[in-house]
C-alpha cells in the first residue's frame, strides 16, 4: 500500500496485520481521489475510522490542508502516527484514538470539514447513524462532499439519511460500494 500521487509519492505505508482493518484498495482509492482531485486544494478531511491512514494521508499529500484522523484502536493509533511521519505529512495531522461517538460528541459544533471519508467495518450497519450524527452536529457544511465505503450498496432512501443528504453519486468497484453524499441545507427558522 502506497501514496499513489503528490508531495508524498510512492512511500509505502503500514498497516495493521490481520482482519481488524481492511484497506480501501488501490484501484477504488485512485478512483475516489480521481474524482474529487478539484475539491482537494487547501481544504480540510476528516477521515473517521481510519485505519493505516492512507485515505487522509493521500488526501494531504495530493494538496489538503488539514486532515484529521480517528481511529478507536490504540495499535492503529500506532500506525497512524508512524504513517503521517514517515510521509512527513504529520504537521497537517490531526491524529485521535477515539471511537467515532466520543469524537463527534467531542468535536461537534467546533470543526467542520470540507471532505469527510467514512469506511467503518463492513457488516456492521454504521453508516446510517454516523452521517445523521455528523450532520446533527454540524460537522459538514453545505459544500462538503461525504464518501462513504461499504461492502453492500447503501439504502440511500434511509428517511433519516435522505433527510439530511442528497445523493451525489453511488458508483461500485467489485466488491466495494462508494456512495457520495452532500448535505441538505440547514431548515430555515420559521
Not at 493521500?58 to 484522523?69: D, F, I, Q, V
Not at 454516523?130 to 453545505?142: G, P, R
Request: hydrophobic share 40%.
Amino acid at each position: 500500500m502506497r501514496i499513489v500521487t503528490g508531495t508524498a509519492r510512492g512511500i509505502s505505508l503500514q498497516t495493521l496485520e490481520g482482519d481488524a482493518t481492511r484497506p480501501t484498495p488501490s484501484a477504488v482509492k485512485e478512483a475516489i481521489f480521481s474524482s474529487i482531485q478539484f475539491d482537494l486544494e487547501g481544504r480540510t478531511m476528516l477521515d473517521l475510522f481510519a485505519g493505516s491512514g492512507q485515505m487522509g494521508l493521500e488526501a494531504l499529500s495530493r494538496g489538503a490542508e488539514k486532515a484529521t484522523l480517528v481511529d478507536g484502536s490504540k495499535d492503529a493509533h500506532a500506525i497512524i502516527m508512524s504513517n503521517a511521519k514517515k510521509t512527513k505529512l504529520f504537521p497537517k495531522t490531526n491524529v485521535l484514538c477515539m471511537d467515532w461517538e466520543q469524537y463527534i460528541k467531542s468535536a461537534g459544533g467546533r470543526s467542520s470539514f470540507d471532505i469527510v471519508f467514512l469506511d467503518p467495518p463492513y457488516g456492521s450497519g454504521l453508516l446510517p447513524k454516523v452521517l445523521c450524527a455528523l450532520f446533527d452536529a454540524n460537522m459538514v457544511k453545505e459544500t462538503s462532499i461525504v464518501i462513504c465505503e461499504s461492502g453492500a450498496k447503501l439504502d440511500t432512501e434511509d428517511v433519516m439519511v435522505s433527510a439530511r443528504y442528497d445523493v451525489k453519486k453511488e458508483v461500485r468497484y467489485g466488491k466495494v460500494f462508494v456512495t457520495y453524499f452532500t448535505p441538505k441545507k440547514a431548515a430555515e427558522d420559521e
